[in-house]
T-cell receptor, first 112, second 111 residues
Framework: AQSVTQPDIHITVSEGASLELRCNYS??????LFWYVQSPGQGLQLLLK??????LVQGIKGFEAEFKRSQSSFNLRKPSVHWSDAAEYFC??????????FGTGTSLTVIP | DGGITQSPKYLFRKEGQNVTLSCEQN?????MYWYRQDPGQGLRLIYY???????QKGDIAEGYSVSREKKESFPLTVTSAQKNPTAFYLC??????????FGPGTRLTVL
């Protein structure tokens, strides 16, 4: 069965520190992968997506993610976190049948 | 500007009432989705539609109903059969196997 796992429920980092949010997926075919960000009381905003090609993808707000097929992972990274990055982050995969699977989310707190 | 809109932003329901949440998109997307989000929880799929006049139940469809008479519109009705409807509701749309675009959400509270 298809699924997405985000092992970290909550992460706290200091402003200016680097960030890595983990995402593992379970899907037999070529995955299409996404990272979204959600601020409190708002909808989800797409940060970046991977369909094919270069396994390191760049997104908005200085985020990047690396697709590693051997590890079934699609981890999100940012070299230097800003206070405005505090939010909930969701990883997602879509199947060939257009079924979306979201992880349970990682809540990011940024300490000044 | 293309986008997806939801209305109202806040909605209050009395016990025993049905209420309808609106979702409209002008992105020409074929697929539309409704999710429920509870505090500290992820997204749970209520219903989705891949094409006009067709929709499928998601993981938590009980107590909800939808229609898809137009490509642009996918309203969600929360019926009195839904015993715990207080939540944040998100609508999304997408092309086939493309990224989902989300609306700003509707917060429903039962009085």
């Amino acid at each position: 069965a298809q699924s997405v796992t985000q092992p970290d429920i909550h992460i706290t980092v200091s402003e200016g520190a680097s960030l890595e949010l983990r995402c593992n997926y379970s899907y037999g075919a070529t995955p299409y992968l996404f990272w979204y960000v959600q601020s409190p009381g708002q909808g989800l905003q797409l940060l970046l997506k991977y369909f094919s090609g270069d396994t390191l993808v760049q997104g908005i707000k200085g985020f990047e993610a690396e697709f590693k097929r051997s590890q079934s992972s699609f981890n999100l990274r940012k070299p230097s976190v800003h206070w405005s990055d505090a939010a909930e982050y969701f990883c997602a995969v879509v199947t060939t049948g257009n079924q979306f699977y979201f992880g349970t989310g990682t809540s990011l707190t940024v300490i000044p | 500007d293309g986008g997806i809109t939801q209305s109202p932003k806040y909605l209050f329901r009395k016990e025993g009432q049905n209420v309808t949440l609106s979702c409209e998109q002008n992105l020409n997307h074929d697929a539309m989705y409704w999710y429920r989000q509870d505090p500290g929880q992820g997204l749970r799929l209520i219903y989705y539609s891949q094409i006009v006049n067709d929709f499928q139940k998601g993981d938590i469809a009980e107590g909800y109903s939808v229609s898809r008479e137009k490509k642009e519109s996918f309203p969600l009705t929360v019926t009195s059969a839904q015993k715990n409807p207080t939540a944040f509701y998100l609508c999304a749309s997408s092309f086939t196997r493309g990224e989902q675009f989300f609306g700003p959400g509707t917060r429903l509270t039962v009085l």
